[in-house]
């Protein structure tokens, strides 16, 4: 699999942040002297072994995994319980960073008691039968600038169950900190519901984006492929600071293409939001979020494009009538350049 993206991404130019993908074809832009070139082997491949059922910890938590657009990332949701009881939810993302050549992670985990959230943010080598990690973990109880060390180990028994060991370096080399050994279960799990009276809240670091929680359609028409339709799905992960949004493009013959995977988070370790874009086609957007007086949410993207580094910005604004209206800017070399401005409508709705 070659990791540039495609001139079929001329077409997906309707939804909130799929427009990214009509700004390759910017001709103008120059290659990055800090991007090296593109690879031809796929070095997501590994995570196939992954995908089938779930994972699973004891009777504690599940793992599930699943590809992102293209097979170029991989999401891991972990649901169950803590070592008290209470419930658990976990987000993994594994990517290739077109930009650092390398199979990057993030991690989020929940809020526990004396410690908070925290965010990790780091490095997988996933070989034939071991795996390797090395992260940051930021937390509340450390400094910013002072993230805990981490690092994980795997070993596969069989191609159904894993050993993993969680490691930390303190200044004195990696030391083991726990051990889980996962077993593969080819039924999928399903969580049961909180009680009402304890279901989780959106913390107050994501409050902006309620609004635009839901099912959103975007039409547009190629002249190729004829009415497309565009659906986009905003949601909150539960226990988490982070929206995730999955774009979808829908033909008239009814074929279904996840095309883009977002996701707009809290990072603890900087006390700002981020994001971070996944494309079809391999590319990479990440950057700053900002909430505007008026509601309307702004996002200052770089983008990892074939052997290309640009920047965006990008504004979704939430309207009183049920539609919402996003907006593009090449802001590359310090020029302001609207490249896409677009409505789209809640789902159902005329």
């Not at 319980?81 to 939810?89: A, K, L, V």
């Amino acid at each position: 699999m070659r990791f540039t993206c495609t001139v079929t991404t001329i077409l997906l130019i309707a939804g909130p942040i799929a427009s990214l993908s009509t700004l390759t074809t910017n001709t103008s832009a120059q290659p990055d002297s800090d991007l090296t070139p593109v690879m031809n082997l796929d070095p997501m491949a590994n995570f196939a072994r992954m995908v089938s059922g779930d994972w699973k910890l004891g009777t504690v938590q599940t793992d599930s995994w699943r590809w992102g657009p293209g097979k170029h990332s991989m999401r891991v949701t972990t649901v169950g319980t803590d070592g008290r009881g209470e419930p658990w939810s976990e987000l993994m993302l594994y990517y290739w960073h077109p930009g650092r050549q390398q199979v990057c992670l993030l991690g989020l985990h929940p809020d526990i008691p004396g410690i908070g959230r925290g965010i990790s943010s780091g490095t997988i080598v996933f070989g034939e039968d071991t795996v390797t990690t090395t992260h940051d973990l930021y937390q509340p109880g450390n400094p910013a600038d002072k993230p805990r060390k981490m690092g994980g180990r795997w070993v596969f028994e069989n191609p159904n169950a894993y050993h993993e060991e969680l490691l930390e370096d303190s200044g004195n080399g990696f030391v083991s900190l726990a051990e889980w050994n996962y077993v593969r279960s080819v039924d999928r799990s399903d969580r049961r519901a909180p009680a009402a009276d304890s279901a989780p809240k959106i913390s107050k670091n994501l409050k902006a984006f309620e609004p635009l929680l839901g099912h959103w359609t975007t039409p547009s028409e190629s002249a190729i492929e004829g009415i497309i339709e565009f659906q986009s799905a905003f949601e909150w992960v539960e226990y988490l600071d982070v929206m995730t949004l999955g774009i979808t493009r829908h033909t008239k013959d009814d074929t279904s293409t996840l095309v883009f995977d977002a996701y707009l988070y809290h990072h603890v370790g900087t006390d700002s939001l981020h994001c971070l874009v996944f494309s079809a086609s391999g590319c990479v957007y990440e950057g700053d979020v900002f909430t505007l007086d008026d509601g309307a949410i702004q996002l200052k993207l770089t983008g990892y494009e074939r052997n290309q580094k640009r920047e965006y910005m990008v504004q979704l604004d939430p309207g009183l009538d049920g539609a919402m209206r996003q907006r593009v800017w090449s802001i590359s070399g310090g020029g302001h350049t609207l490249l896409h401005d677009r409505n789209s409508l809640r789902a159902n709705e005329e």
